[in-house]
């Protein structure tokens, strides 16, 4: 076997693999959509909340933890391949999402006092 030729080869597949990777991370960071698909997999993953313990669930317990790993994988990804415009990508994902809940919350907030209108009592 030619070793040389063998590791130029698992090089060139390497290489191939971090360009479309990076490709594909900045088709989902650069817009909007895909930075709201970020957030909302982050939150099935349960990154922004706090996991629950309980010591008689304890595959519930690694399953969570699992989740976490998963996002916790894709953001360091994203930075490792992005670098600072990854991160950059990261807070700007995260703030939309925040702005996107003070939307929800006035919202439901000026649906709220008109809800008298509508119960049936």
């Known amino acids: 076997m030619d070793w040389n030729r063998e590791n130029r080869r698992q090089r060139m597949i390497e290489n191939n693999l971090k360009e479309r990777d990076r490709e ?55 930075i490792e391949h992005l670098g600072e415009e990854g991160f950059l990508g990261i807070q700007l994902a995260e703030r939309e999402r925040r702005e996107w809940e003070r939307d929800m919350e006035a919202l439901l907030e000026k649906e709220g006092k008109g809800e008298d209108e509508y119960l049936d009592i």
């Not at 996991?51 to 953001?75: F, H, P, S, W």
């Open 24 to 78: 594909s991370l900045l088709a989902i960071m650069g817009t909007k959509e895909g930075r709201w698909f970020f957030t909302r997999l982050m939150e099935y993953c349960r990154l922004y909340q706090a996991i629950l313990l309980d010591a008689r669930d304890t595959n519930l317990l690694i399953l969570q933890e699992g989740e976490r790993r998963v996002a916790l994988a894709l953001k360091d990804r994203i």
